[in-house]
């Protein structure tokens, strides 16, 4: 060819059609594969008539790749692998060289199959291009030569893969001629290649002469008529020579720093090599063939490019000319060749089979998530001694695996003694979570359960469903199990690094919700981005044009425009009825037990030092004739006070100037029950301008109650709610994932209570806290918020989660001195349900103190949040954590106290925030003047500090956003997902759910004798069973 038409051929070879090739395209040239179009000859495509070998790999030491998870410098492998010929069964014929290595010592599955033969490239770069190299090297076509000729890329690629009479498969350099994606633990995601060279570096032999490659056509599928090597001379000399000793190898890994939306699609591209100069190649493992797999072990033994480490992947092919369809291709013809090796080996070695009837259930999620298949599945039976082949169920592109079916496939396989385990495979591209499985043997009726609601990826082994403790596991397999599990997810569930966030609780490791672990991501989304959700309800409720507006109304009713445009919806009445009665002390009392931030108010036990109340200034406000101080002795005073506010600066940008004052306030239960407020200082350091307001002080004491409960919006909001409700639970959460294996009863218990609750706080950190976030454009800490919330972090105590505990710190237990409490009574009824329910189902694995001290695994969950989840910084106080577990009451307390505080609390300050906020002049988020220093205050004094407009359109846009139930919401008491299998749990679940169903009756007899505001966020068919939102 002239170098003119060379080029020119050259570039039109990766011309393609410009129409675009669906899934359906691709599938239908897959089927001309596995219809054997290619492989009715004799050709083998990935050897049948081959050798095979059993040994080992050994991850290198001090790598020069970076490392992951299954990559892991020194780790060790058993592997298998296979050499044979690409097209023909005559080692003496010219051809390509193949070998295939699995990093497992099984007939099938695996965590890594590789698959590679000879030449840098291949003489085919997708789909259609493999098929026309199958029919020109068909050994009765006469094409070869044509097909050479058609591309300087396909006479290259010819070239490259045939060797003619090579010494030894074992001198060979291999390429696995696919690209991969290569996602290690600095979590940057790269493309990858991969190839084997011999391990003492021997020169390659077989590569064609000059006069071998001018005719290279004429070589395919010919031996030379004078040729007396034998047809099995390279199995032969392969046999030998590990009969004399082991065989070395070294497999290599060439990377490139992947940039999708720049790099050229050549880098997935068969018929491409990656300059070495550019992408040296790295030593990956050092494998060695150490014994002979017998002929049948070794036809039986199958490869698949989809079993491959989650670090691992490839790129969907879009159609059937894309470069990555030739992974498509790939499996689709050792799929073929398998079968053939099948029926090579059927018949020599019957078995007695047994019938095993499997059940899949498809979990059913979020309508707008996908979660079926149309991929291949197979489920491998693994028993104590032995385990099934990989047996397939369903069939490829039909609708088996649908979101919310189950379906039952009949296998039949040799007995498996004692069924520990299954492994599930799925091979292809399509998303699918897995729920129940079951598996019946048909022939003694033994039914078990394998609990899975997870995303399966590749693979995926289960055990059976009943819980067990470390100490009780019988079976070796077992224990290996669920020690592998707790170190994949050690490598998955990654502690965070980021410096900003020193001073917090422990959170996990992540660049935004799609980076997370896929089994704790939310199926979907929409509704749970905060800042979408916000930007849409002020476009939806016509909010935007108060944005930029930094004025006040005129009037406190005027403020009714901005909710009223939200129409009647659940919770408008209570809103309404706010607008009347928010100047009312009645109510100013009653929102501090029962509306947004129930958990802040306490007994007075005596008056603090700084707060300049005197009898004689109070004297007319008590109502059983008694002195302030015999009031506070008998128990009928109670205090807020907010100096964690001191220090922390206020937002003040332009005309967005938000203020809050540092208040402290006494209120008094009066001898009629009702519990009002009496006294309040703005300040915590009293002075002459800073006086102590009372009921007398007409309208300046409504704008002392409005700067009190401005500063309990800080608190609730920040302290409350977002830390210790999301963010501290984060640091119990991260540790279960981290330490706790999937059959151990405290992760069963306590993972549908914090599944999405590292996903909501990943939203969170990067929609509430930034600069600009929702956080500063709604409080009057706006621009602090992460100064405050490691200030108030610092001072929190794990007592606090505890609820009883907490209620008798505070001081108000006593339901006779504090009435109408119905946060706490409502409360009291749930934590013992849970108290009950915790200690029945733990008690059902732990016999006393002991087996708790000496269970490793929940050890190293506590000792993990200790250190890590919920650590003490310099500068904080103890937060009381425990760095191991004495007793079995201080586990089920905590995990009690875990519960409740994720699904309870949570539903007590964050289902209460739409009604109670809606209306600013009832809980503002702010003001917009600072706090009166003299007691000469006018209505137009209070008006002119209300919450601005922005400010006010901001806070209830939102509330919309964060206070309200999802879609798919999961109740307390229920358990969608039964992790729990065997029938004691189940039955204390059912007496659970009774008891919850009992506590609502309760509550709603109650509200029904409430005139007004029945507190309804504690009834349990209103509290989620996670944080979700």
Not at 180 to 199: E, S
Not at 306 to 316: E, I, Q, R, T
Not at 605 to 632: D, H, Q, S, W, Y
Not at 943 to 951: C, F, G, N, Q, R
Request: proline residues 5%; hydrophobic residues 35%.
């Amino acid at each position: 060819m002239g170098e003119e038409v060379f080029e020119a051929k050259k570039i039109s070879q990766f011309q393609f059609p410009s129409r675009r090739f669906g899934k359906a395209a691709l599938a239908l040239d897959m089927g001309k594969l596995k219809l054997g179009l290619l492989t009715k000859s004799k050709r083998t495509g990935t050897f049948v008539t081959s050798v095979g070998a059993s040994g080992e790999a050994r991850i290198v030491e001090d790598p020069q790749f970076p490392e992951d998870s299954f990559f892991q410098s020194g780790q060790t492998y058993k592997v298998r692998m296979r050499h044979g010929n690409f097209m023909s069964t005559d080692d003496a014929i010219a051809d390509g060289r193949t070998m295939a290595i699995k990093f497992d010592d099984v007939d099938k599955g695996g965590p890594f199959d590789i698959t590679l033969n000879t030449g840098r490239v291949a003489p085919f770069c997708n789909s259609p291009s493999f098929i026309a190299f199958g029919k020109a090297t068909n050994p009765n076509s006469k094409k070869a030569e044509k097909f050479a000729y058609e591309s300087p890329a396909n006479y290259q690629g010819l070239v490259e893969l045939l060797r003619r009479f090579p010494e030894s498969y074992s001198d060979q350099r291999y390429y696995a001629q696919v690209t991969y994606t290569y996602t290690p633990n600095d979590g940057k995601k790269r493309l990858a290649r991969f190839r084997v060279i011999p391990g003492d570096l021997r020169p390659e032999t077989g590569l064609l002469n000059e006069e071998d490659q001018e005719q290279v056509w004429d070589l395919i599928a010919s031996r030379p008529s004078d040729e007396q090597r034998s047809p099995s001379y390279l199995q032969d000399e392969y046999r030998q020579r590990l009969s004399d000793g082991m065989v070395g190898y070294t497999l290599q890994i060439q990377l490139h720093e992947w940039d999708p939306d720049n790099d050229p699609d050549f880098y997935f591209s068969a018929m491409h090599y990656w300059d070495q100069s550019l992408h040296p190649w790295m030593d990956l493992a050092y494998v060695t063939a150490t014994a002979l797999l017998d002929d049948i072990d070794a036809q039986k033994t199958s490869f698949d490019l989809h079993n491959h480490p989650a670090s691992l992947g490839f790129v969907k092919a879009k159609n059937q000319y894309d470069y990555n369809s030739v992974i498509h291709v790939r499996n689709a013809v050792n799929s073929a060749n398998q079968r053939t090796r099948r029926r090579s080996t059927k018949g020599k070695a019957p078995v007695n089979t047994v019938t095993y009837m499997i059940s899949i259930s498809t979990s059913e999620k979020a309508v707008s998530a996908a979660t079926g298949t149309d991929d291949e599945i197979c489920v491998t039976i693994i028993g104590k001694k032995s385990r099934s082949p990989a047996l397939p169920l369903g069939s490829p592109f039909y609708n088996d695996f649908e979101s919310g079916d189950t379906h039952v496939y009949k296998v039949d396989t040799q007995p498996i003694e004692e069924v520990l385990m299954l492994e599930i495979e799925r091979k292809g591209e399509d998303d699918w979570h897995v729920g129940m499985i079951k598996l019946v043997n048909t022939e003694n009726q033994v039914e078990l359960d394998f609990p899975c609601f997870r995303w399966v990826s590749n693979k995926v082994t289960l055990r059976t469903g009943a819980a067990v403790l470390a100490f009780n596991e019988v079976h070796k397999e077992l224990r290996q199990h669920r020690q592998k599990e707790i170190k994949d997810r050690h490598a998955i569930y990654k502690w965070n690094t980021k410096k900003l966030y020193d001073g917090f609780p422990g959170f996990i490791q992540e660049d935004g919700h799609d980076t997370l672990p896929r089994d704790i991501q939310f199926s979907d989304t929409s509704g749970r981005d905060f800042l979408e959700s916000f930007l849409a309800a002020q476009t939806q409720y016509g909010l935007a044009e108060f944005i930029e507006d930094f004025e006040t109304w005129d009037r406190p009713g005027k403020y009714v425009e901005l909710y009223e445009r939200f129409g009647e919806g659940e919770g408008m009445t209570i809103v309404n009825q706010l607008t009347e009665s928010w100047k009312d002390d009645e109510e100013f009392g009653r929102q501090f037990l029962n509306a947004v931030n129930p958990a802040q108010i306490q007994r007075c036990a005596a008056l603090p030092e700084n707060f300049a109340v005197t009898n004689e200034l109070m004297e007319k406000f008590m109502t059983r004739g008694k002195t302030l101080e015999e009031e506070i002795e008998d128990g009928y005073v109670y205090i807020v006070s907010y100096e964690s506010l001191e220090g922390i600066p206020r937002m003040n940008k332009g005309e967005d100037a938000r203020y809050v004052a540092e208040p402290v306030c006494l209120l008094y239960v009066r001898a009629s029950g009702v519990i009002v407020p009496i006294a309040i200082q703005l300040y915590q350091t009293p002075g002459e301008t800073n006086p102590v307001w009372t009921p007398d002080d007409g309208w300046g004491w409504v704008l002392a109650k409005l700067h009190v409960k401005a500063a309990d919006t800080q608190m609730h909001q920040m302290y409350s709610h977002l830390l210790k409700t999301h963010f501290i639970m984060e640091g119990f959460a991260v540790p279960v994932m981290r330490q706790l294996p999937s059959v151990h009863p405290v992760y069963k218990l306590l993972l549908p209570h914090i599944r999405h609750t590292m996903a909501i706080n990943t939203i969170a950190r990067h929609t509430l806290l930034p600069d600009g976030g929702i956080i500063e454009q709604t409080l009057a800490i706006g621009g602090s918020q992460v100064q405050f919330l490691k200030k108030l972090f610092g001072n929190f105590r794990l007592s606090e989660y505890n609820f009883p505990e907490n209620l008798q710190h505070r001081g108000v237990h006593d339901t006779e001195k504090l009435s109408d409490y119905h946060y706490r009574d409502d409360g009291m009824l749930i934590w013992d349900a849970i108290s009950s329910f915790t200690q029945s189902i733990l008690s059902l694995y732990y016999h006393g103190d002991e087996e708790v001290r000496k269970d490793l695994e929940v050890q190293a969950w506590i000792n993990d949040v200790h250190d890590t989840g919920v650590k003490v910084w310099p500068d904080n106080q103890d937060h009381g954590i425990p760095s191991s577990f004495e007793t079995f009451q201080d586990l089920q307390q905590l995990v009690t106290s875990l519960i409740f505080n994720a699904t309870c609390q949570h539903a007590a300050v964050n289902f209460t925030q739409l009604h109670y906020y809606a209306f600013a002049p009832n809980y503002p988020s702010a003001m917009s003047a600072p706090p009166p220093t003299t007691k000469d205050v006018t209505f137009e004094d209070m008006v002119k500090s209300l919450p601005s407009k922005a400010t006010a359109a901001n806070m209830l846009t939102a509330m919309t956003a964060v206070a309200r139930f999802s879609e798919d919401e999961i109740w307390l008491g229920e358990y969608p997902e039964e992790h729990f299998t065997e029938e004691e749990p189940k039955k204390i679940i059912m007496e659970f759910r009774q008891e919850l169903n009992d506590i609502t009756s309760k509550i709603r007899k109650r509200n029904a004798a409430v005139k007004q505001f029945p507190y309804i966020y504690l009834l349990p068919e209103r509290v989620p069973n996670s944080i979700a939102i």
